[in-house]
């Protein structure tokens, strides 16, 4: 393992302007939001994509990890390591371009997912899922996390929204990934290719089998029946493939309004039998909410800190799209009358 000081200056020869291996800035880097603590050697902020693969090249040269980095509010330490911290979130974060026709926009990874948002909003688009770290969640780290939020439930998770990713593996290869590729044009592809044919009973029975599925690598995407996708392939793989630069992702069309319906019942369970009933309403999002959790806040806040609920112990919150206030409002009806009238509803 090479000494701080010669990565630093291996770095900076490379052309990376701006290395930080100050004590506090390590000191900030070693956490995310997870309970981890990995005090990095060296923090980069790079400029553009050349300064991304110079430094990947001097990991390589030097055998230094490296882990990218979005807003580093992953809770199981997928943002820090030791070796290079790589943040993308100062300098790499420019909406590149929204198609309102094609319903498609290219990112930079440091894109903060609120501002995506803000620019898609005026055609009448957004991107469709929302973790609630959205204020700060780049979409380097949604990408690198399969991250999903409330309404995934209505539009997919981050992999079923994104169509292309430019990257640099591991190895230094730039690799435009997408769907349906030919193999051949890049030895990365024809290794994966190869893997899914030797496994491909094992990945079509044991990956992708519910639509929520984030976990491990979304190989089933790479299946010949689900087009070889290797952009989505790659969604959900915390940066251990390679290093994003740049995501083409689809945008849905935002709802003319929304019909917002809490729904009361005796307890959680009671709230969790209903919920096969709720969706057959299309919802966007539903949540579920615990007692336990409203009795905190009352317990250390008092009443007026919890909005006003349906008498009940467990609550869901469910949000369907409409398109006028009058449809919105007869929508929240048809809710309530079928799953809050069910046997045990409050
Ligand atoms: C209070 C709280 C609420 C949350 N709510 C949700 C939620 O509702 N739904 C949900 O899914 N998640 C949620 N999360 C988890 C987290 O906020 C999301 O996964 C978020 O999308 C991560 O974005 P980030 O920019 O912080 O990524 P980071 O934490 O910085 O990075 C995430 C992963 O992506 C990799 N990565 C980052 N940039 C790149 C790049 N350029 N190239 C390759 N890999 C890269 C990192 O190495 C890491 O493995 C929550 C977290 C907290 C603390």
């Known amino acids: 393992m090479p000494s701080t000081s010669e990565i630093v200056r291996s770095l900076r020869a490379a052309g990376v302007r701006e290395v930080d291996d100050s004590t506090r800035r390590r000191a900030e880097y070693s956490t995310d939001a997870s309970l981890y603590r990995v005090v990095p050697e060296v923090v980069v902020f790079p400029h553009d994509a050349d300064e991304v693969a110079a430094t990947l090249d001097v990991c390589r040269r030097t055998g230094t990890a490296l882990t990218a980095r979005g807003a580093g509010t992953s809770i199981a330490g997928n943002a820090v390591g ?82 292309a990713l430019d990257l640099l ?96 019942y005796p307890d959680m369970a009671a709230a969790a039998d209903a919920v096969p009933t709720v969706l057959t309403h299309s919802p966007i999002a539903c949540e579920g909410l615990d007692s336990r959790i409203t009795d905190v806040v009352r317990a250390r806040r008092g009443d007026a800190a919890l909005p006003p609920l349906p008498a009940g112990a467990g609550w869901l919150l469910v949000e369907i799209g409409a398109a006028s206030p009058a449809e919105a409002a007869a929508a929240a009806d048809a809710l309530v009358a079928d799953a809050g009238r069910s046997p045990r509803a409050c």
Do not use: W
């Open 169 to 264: 593996t591991g190895t230094g290869e730039r690799l435009n990934a997408g769907r349906g590729q030919d193999p051949a044009t890049s030895s990365v592809l024809t290794a994966l290719d190869a893997a899914v044919h030797r496994h491909l009973a094992t990945i079509r029975t044991e990956l992708g089998r519910f639509s929520r599925q984030v976990s491990g690598y979304g190989l089933d995407h790479l299946l010949p029946e689900r087009g070889f996708d290797v952009a989505k392939a790659l969604v959900g793989t915390e940066g251990t493939c390679g290093v994003l630069l740049e995501a083409t992702v689809r945008l849905v069309r935002r709802p003319a309004t929304v019909a917002s319906v809490v729904l009361g």
């Open 82 to 163: 030791p070796g290079v911290v790589l943040d993308t979130s100062r300098h790499m974060h420019q909406v590149l371009d929204v198609d309102p026709a094609a319903r498609t926009a290219t990112v930079q990874p440091g894109v903060v997912l609120d501002d995506l948002q803000r620019a898609a909003a005026p055609h009448g688009l957004r991107f469709g899922p929302d973790p609630s770290t959205h204020s700060r969640a780049t979409l380097g780290g949604m990408i690198g996390n399969n991250a999903c939020g409330s309404r995934a439930l209505g539009y997919g998770r981050t992999s079923d929204n994104v169509m």
